[in-house]
């Protein structure tokens, strides 16, 4: 025994109407998704943020010079002296 639907003498025609209802229910999810996460995202905490300084370096001539050697040694210039081995090679 099997079962017909429809009528079988009738030609089969596609349906040219969209179901709207999954479209629907995705949308309404999403609108209360929505609803549920701005109150979230309006929401803040003050921060208290520090004030920047912009303050210009310049380069002395009293700065620190170091220099690396091939053989892993260092050696160190100031305006006052020179000192080797100032690098710990650790």
């Known amino acids: 025994m099997s079962m017909t639907v ?3 003498d009738a030609e089969d025609d596609l349906v040219a109407d969209i179901n709207t209802t999954p479209l629907v229910d995705v949308m309404l999810v999403l609108l209360i998704i ?3 996460t701005i109150p979230v995202v309006i929401q803040s905490v003050s921060v208290e943020l520090p004030k920047e300084r912009n303050l210009p370096t310049q380069t002395k001539p009293e700065n620190i010079v170091i220099a690396v050697n091939k ?3 260092c050696s160190g210039t100031t305006s006052s002296s020179r000192t080797n ?6």
């Open 6 to 8: 429809g009528n079988p």
């Open 34 to 36: 929505f609803l549920i």
């Open 71 to 73: 053989d892993a040694t």
């Open 85 to 90: 081995g100032c690098c710990s090679t650790g």
